[in-house]
T-cell receptor
C-alpha cells in the first residue's frame, strides 16, 4: 500500500516558538493532502486541505496565519505551527490521496507536539 | 447533533468473540463509508470501505451500511488480541474527498 511518513514523530518546544512538521508520500504522488489534529481520546479533526501548487483550504475555526501549510511538491506538504502555545499541544496527523484511488486517504504515523 | 456519533467504549471482549462496532450519521450526502483502525500513538490505517447499503466482507471483517437509517457497522469475527485498538468510522463526501471521523471505539481483546 501507499506509504506516508511524517517528521518529526515527536517534538517539544518552548511557548512562542514555531515548529515545522513534514508530511511525505514515499511511493506515490499526492495531489491532495490533509492535515488533522487529534486531542487525547478525541477524534481526528480536519484542519485543512492542501493541494499541490495552490493555497490550502482551512476548516472553519482554524487560524490560517497560525497554522501555515505549504504543499510545494507532489510528495511533500508542511505544516508550521507559528508562535506555539501550550494549547497547541496535540497529535498532528497528515493524510494523502493517491491518484488511482481517489477517495482512499493514507495516513502518516503522526507527530506529537508538546509546547512547554 | 454531531455529524457522526460513535460510542467511545471502552469495549472489552474475550479472544474469539464476535465484535460489533457501530456509528450513526446525520448527513445524508455522505457517499462512502470508511473504517480505520488506530493503535495508540499511531496514525489510522484503513480497514475497509464501502459505497452502498449492504454488507462487504474482507476476511474476519464485515462492514455494513444502512443508508435509510444512517447506520454503519463493523463486525469482527474470531477476534484476536492483535485487534485491540481504536476503531474509527469515517463517512465521506464524494465531491471533496473529506472524511468526517467518529470519536472512535476503544476495543480490547483479552487472551
Amino acid at each position: 500500500g501507499a506509504v506516508v511518513s511524517q517528521h518529526p514523530s515527536w517534538v517539544i518546544c518552548k511557548s512562542g516558538t514555531s515548529v515545522k512538521i513534514e508530511c511525505r508520500s514515499l511511493d506515490f504522488q499526492a495531489t491532495t493532502m490533509f492535515w488533522y489534529r487529534q486531542f487525547p481520546k478525541q477524534s481526528l479533526m480536519l484542519m485543512a486541505t492542501s493541494n499541490e501548487g495552490s493555497k490550502a483550504t482551512y476548516e472553519q475555526g482554524v487560524e490560517k496565519d497560525k497554522f501555515l501549510i505549504n504543499h510545494a511538491s507532489l510528495t511533500l506538504s508542511t505544516l508550521t505551527v507559528t508562535s506555539a502555545h501550550p494549547e497547541d499541544s496535540s497529535f498532528y496527523i497528515c493524510s494523502a490521496l493517491t491518484s488511482d484511488s481517489y477517495n482512499e486517504q493514507f495516513f502518516g504515523p503522526g507527530t506529537r507536539l508538546t509546547v512547554l | 447533533q454531531k455529524e457522526v456519533e460513535q460510542d467511545p467504549g471502552p469495549l472489552s471482549v474475550p479472544e474469539g468473540a464476535i465484535v460489533s462496532l457501530n456509528c450513526t450519521y446525520s448527513n445524508s450526502a455522505f457517499q462512502y463509508f470508511m473504517w480505520y483502525r488506530q493503535y495508540s500513538r499511531k496514525g489510522p490505517e484503513l480497514l475497509m470501505y464501502t459505497y452502498s447499503s449492504g454488507n462487504k466482507e474482507d476476511g474476519r471483517f464485515t462492514a455494513q451500511v444502512d443508508k435509510s437509517s444512517k447506520y454503519i457497522s463493523l463486525f469482527i469475527r474470531d477476534s484476536q488480541p492483535s485487534d485491540s485498538a481504536t476503531y474509527l468510522c469515517a463517512p465521506g463526501l464524494g465531491s471533496n474527498y473529506k472524511l468526517t471521523f467518529g470519536k472512535g471505539t476503544l476495543l480490547t481483546v483479552n487472551p
